[in-house]
């Protein structure tokens, strides 16, 4: 038996709906201006620029209804939330922002049992276990100095508990959702409502073209992108995300 320098922390795992099995995080990537109006509103013309991927940490990801145990790792085998945890259907307000901003999106589950690369966008629903929907939180302010410095928009997207989840659907119940509504409410007023039929990108384009840029693994996400409408979050602001038929999340900043 190997021994360790210092103790681990469990992998972050997600619920499962309708399953008491458990879903392993392994790495979290995300797709930037995949719907045309996000583009467009961002101040870039997608007839010009495809989309592109960035990452977030696999344990910046976390089931909304859950939160993020003190100390992190896996909220099924851990304790309360603490002064580093998240409680169950929260979401810090991070520091270092004056603007942080929602994106709702369709999150894409990698399954199988193999490495995944060169996929043909033809075969790469196979790989897709399932789907649920998340919020993309972003320190905008961030993001645009990093942009205007040309440097890297890692803390703008990166930070802890940037990534609430819903609970994952297997593809095998649900299905692959080409088209279905996706929209974000705060205090219970529409700010984002688009159409996954509006994805600038598909998702077996997506996941074909990631699997040309990196070897996916079962236990990978992918952060497929935001419609138009992003916007700030104050503390104490109600969220509410869903893609009809697919899932939904609810959380309040704090
Ligand atoms: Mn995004």
């Given at each position: 038996?190997?021994?360790?320098?210092?103790?681990?922390?469990?992998?972050?795992?997600?619920?499962?709906?309708?399953?008491?099995e458990?879903w392993?995080?392994?790495?979290?990537?995300?797709?930037?201006?995949?719907?045309?109006?996000?583009?467009?509103?961002?101040?870039?013309?997608?007839?010009r620029?495809?989309?592109?991927?960035?990452?977030?940490?696999?344990?910046?990801?976390?089931?909304?209804?859950?939160?993020?145990?003190?100390?992190?790792?896996?909220a099924?085998?851990?304790?309360?939330?603490?002064?580093?945890?998240?409680?169950?259907?929260?979401?810090?307000?991070?520091?270092?922002t004056?603007?942080?901003?929602?994106?709702?999106?369709?999150?894409?589950?990698i399954?199988?049992?193999?490495?995944?690369?060169?996929?043909?966008?033809?075969?790469?629903?196979?790989?897709?276990?399932?789907?649920?929907?998340?919020?993309?939180?972003?320190?905008?302010?961030?993001?645009?100095?990093?942009?205007?410095?040309?440097?890297?928009?890692?803390?703008?997207?990166?930070?802890?508990?940037?990534?609430?989840?819903?609970?994952?659907?297997?593809?095998?119940?649900?299905?692959?959702?080409?088209?279905?509504?996706?929209?974000?409410?705060?205090?219970?007023?529409?700010?984002?409502?688009?159409?996954?039929?509006?994805?600038?990108?598909?998702?077996?384009?997506?996941?074909?073209?990631?699997?040309?840029?990196?070897?996916?693994?079962?236990?990978?996400?992918?952060?497929?992108?935001?419609?138009?409408?992003?916007?700030?979050?104050?503390?104490?602001?109600?969220?509410?995300?869903?893609?009809?038929?697919?899932?939904?999340?609810?959380?309040?900043?704090?």
């Open positions: 038996m190997t021994s360790l320098a210092l103790p681990t922390v469990a992998a972050s795992t997600l619920p499962i709906e309708g399953s008491a458990r392993p995080i392994r790495r979290v990537y995300c797709v930037g201006r995949n719907y045309a109006d996000h583009a467009r509103e961002m101040g870039s013309d997608p007839d620029e495809p989309p592109f991927f960035f990452s977030k940490p696999a344990d910046a990801v976390y089931a909304a209804s859950e939160g993020i145990p003190a100390g992190g790792g896996d099924a085998s851990s304790g309360a939330a603490g002064a580093t945890g998240v409680a169950p259907g929260t979401t810090p307000y991070p520091p270092r004056e603007e942080l901003h929602h994106e709702v999106e369709l999150v894409v589950a399954g199988g049992d193999r490495e995944l690369v060169d996929l043909d966008p033809a075969a790469a629903l196979d790989a897709v276990w399932g789907y649920t929907v998340g919020i993309d939180l972003t320190r905008r302010d961030r993001q645009a100095v990093a942009k205007s410095s040309g440097r890297p928009w890692d803390l703008a997207k990166g930070f802890d508990a940037s990534g609430p989840v819903g609970a994952l659907v297997p593809a095998e119940r649900l299905g692959h959702p080409a088209a279905a509504r996706i929209h974000l409410e705060v205090n219970g007023a529409t700010r984002q409502d688009g159409d996954l039929d509006q994805q600038i990108w598909s998702v077996p384009e997506i996941v074909a073209e990631l699997s040309r840029e990196i070897a996916l693994r079962p236990g990978d996400l992918i952060f497929t992108g935001t419609p138009a409408g992003v916007g700030p979050l104050e503390r104490g602001d109600a969220v509410r995300a869903t893609i009809e038929g697919v899932a939904s999340l609810e959380v309040r900043v704090v």
